[in-house]
């Protein structure tokens, strides 16, 4: 993702954050839900004195980001969803989605924290080339 962020920030002020319980954020507390998490984005926002401004959305942050704005249509100008999901495969109600769910976790590499190693980085290349198109026309 580096290389990508470095493209975004190279033309925007880029405020990167860390939803809770997740990469650099802190991993140790006693409190977390989707509320909470949409809470701390608007707390980013408010943090870095945002008062409105595009959402670049990956995995889980895209329901985040969604939510965030519904409920501060004002502070959103657009959201980039990368990898998104309405309802996470283990939460689905196909006996299907449940199985691969199961299997994913398996089979998917994890390191010591059940979060998933990255097997590799072709997809950002793409990516990269749509977000800066995205920043061109916008």
Request: hydrophobic share 45%.
């Amino acid at each position: 993702m580096a290389p990508s962020f470095e493209l975004l920030s190279g033309r925007r002020r880029f405020v990167y954050y860390d939803a809770r319980g997740n990469g650099l954020s802190d991993w140790e507390m006693k409190n977390i839900s989707f509320d909470l998490m949409v809470d701390d984005l608007e707390a980013v926002f408010d943090a870095a004195e945002v008062e409105k401004a595009p959402i670049l959305a990956i995995s889980q942050g895209c329901a985040i980001a969604a939510a965030f704005a519904a409920r501060r249509p004002e502070r959103v100008s657009s959201i980039i969803m990368i990898g998104g999901y309405a309802l996470g495969r283990a939460m689905r109600k196909s006996d299907k989605d449940k199985q691969r769910a199961e299997a994913i976790c398996r089979f998917v590499p994890l390191d010591s924290n059940c979060h998933t190693i990255p097997a590799n980085d072709t997809v950002w290349p793409k990516v990269e080339r749509e977000m800066g198109a995205f920043l061109e026309h916008s």
